[in-house]
């Protein structure tokens, strides 16, 4: 069964970098649309950045012009560079294959390709 694995986050201060990995297994990982999406503390789920199956990239105005998604097929791997960091976006971030279900307050809610199911997500905090 599908199975996603977040990594890479950590305490960075407002200005900083992070990249964030989720690697991905049990399904053909390169014919599917993949997302990242945050749920911030207090707030609700945010779906940031997505990526088509054929590169094409889409993201939130929150974060457009400093975040990047990215995919590597072979290694199964989707990625967000986060640039120039801001305080707001202190959040867990979580990947998933996206439907057009809408995204429920809390991101553990929002169906997704393979049901229900989301990975453990990895906390990014900025702070100074």
């Known amino acids: 069964q599908a199975r996603l694995v977040e990594s890479g986050g950590g305490s960075v201060q407002p200005g900083g970098s992070l990249r964030l990995s989720c690697a991905a297994s049990?399904?053909?990982?390169?014919?599917?649309?993949m997302a990242w999406y945050r749920q911030g503390p207090r707030q609700d789920c945010e779906l940031v950045a997505s990526i088509a199956w054929d590169g094409s990239t889409s993201y939130s105005d929150s974060v457009k012009g400093r975040f990047t998604i990215s995919r590597d097929n072979a290694k199964s791997t989707l990625y967000l560079q986060m640039n120039a960091t801001k305080p707001e976006d202190t959040a867990v971030y979580y990947c998933?294959?996206?439907?057009?279900?809408?995204?429920?307050?809390?991101?553990?809610?929002?169906?997704?390709?393979?049901?229900?199911?989301w990975g453990q997500g990895t906390q990014v905090t900025v702070s100074s």
């Open positions: 998933n294959a996206p439907t057009r279900s809408t995204v429920q307050p809390m991101c553990v809610q929002t169906p997704g390709v393979f049901g229900d199911y």
């Open positions: 049990g399904f053909a990982f390169e014919i599917y649309g």
